[in-house]
């Protein structure tokens, strides 16, 4: 008998395992790498967001020149939800304000109390905490926001202290 040219059935059977293991290791680095690139990106815009909302809260806080009924008062803390009730020493922005955090939205906002559009500083927060500390008697009066965002582990923080002198804070 003449023998005759080409595969054997088992020879076919194992190129087509070896390329099959071939393309699923590819497939598995090309997903690994796309998902860290994913999560790189998020990462950063949360970072950016982050950024942003400490930015205007320190706006915010550092123009401190009072309560919500004026200069005269004392701005007004609140631990649940987190809220910071004061008004601004700025033109612009003279009105009361309410700076809030709600669990709800899982946002934080700026309030204008006098009807005003409220504005979102920045969503996505899974939690929020605002303090105050220092008196107006030793001039040390600080605030502090501090806020988790959705898929960040380390916390956005800043402390602000405000450029008027102001009567102690109130909290509740």
Same mark, same amino acid.
């Given at each position: 008998?003449? =023998?005759?040219?080409?595969?054997?059935? #088992?020879?076919?059977?194992?190129?087509?395992?070896?390329?099959?293991?071939?393309?699923? &290791?590819?497939?598995?680095?090309?997903?690994?790498?796309? =998902?860290?690139?994913?999560?790189?990106?998020?990462?950063?815009?949360?970072?950016? =967001?982050?950024?942003?909302?400490?930015? =205007? #809260?320190?706006?915010?806080? !550092?123009?401190?020149?009072?309560?919500?009924?004026?200069?005269? $008062?004392?701005?007004?803390?609140?631990? +649940?939800?987190? $809220?910071?009730?004061?008004?601004?020493?700025?033109?612009?922005?003279?009105?009361? !304000?309410? &700076?809030?955090?709600?669990? *709800?939205?899982?946002?934080?906002? #700026?309030?204008?109390?006098?009807? *005003?559009?409220?504005?979102?500083?920045?969503? %996505?927060?899974?939690?929020? /905490?605002?303090?105050? $500390? %220092?008196? $107006?008697? @030793?001039?040390?009066?600080?605030?502090?926001?501090?806020?988790?965002? @959705?898929?960040?582990?380390?916390?956005? +923080?800043?402390?602000?202290?405000?450029?008027?002198?102001?009567? /102690?804070?109130?909290? +509740?």
């Amino acid at each position: 008998m003449r =023998r005759q040219a080409g595969f054997t059935l #088992i020879e076919l059977i194992a190129v087509v395992i070896i390329l099959g293991l071939i393309g699923g &290791l590819m497939g598995f680095f090309i997903s690994t790498g796309a =998902r860290g690139n994913l999560a790189a990106m998020q990462a950063e815009q949360n970072a950016q =967001r982050g950024q942003i909302a400490l930015q =205007r #809260i320190s706006l915010e806080l !550092r123009d401190m020149n009072g309560g919500p009924t004026g200069s005269a $008062s004392a701005p007004l803390v609140a631990s +649940s939800p987190p $809220s910071i009730r004061y008004t601004s020493s700025q033109a612009a922005l003279s009105d009361a !304000r309410t &700076l809030a955090y709600s669990a *709800g939205t899982k946002t934080i906002t #700026i309030i204008p109390t006098d009807g *005003g559009t409220p504005r979102t500083l920045v969503d %996505g927060v899974e939690s929020c /905490t605002m303090t105050t $500390s %220092g008196t $107006s008697a @030793t001039y040390d009066i600080t605030f502090t926001v501090t806020f988790t965002l @959705t898929g960040t582990s380390a916390p956005f +923080s800043i402390t602000v202290k405000p450029r008027n002198t102001i009567i /102690t804070p109130v909290t +509740s």
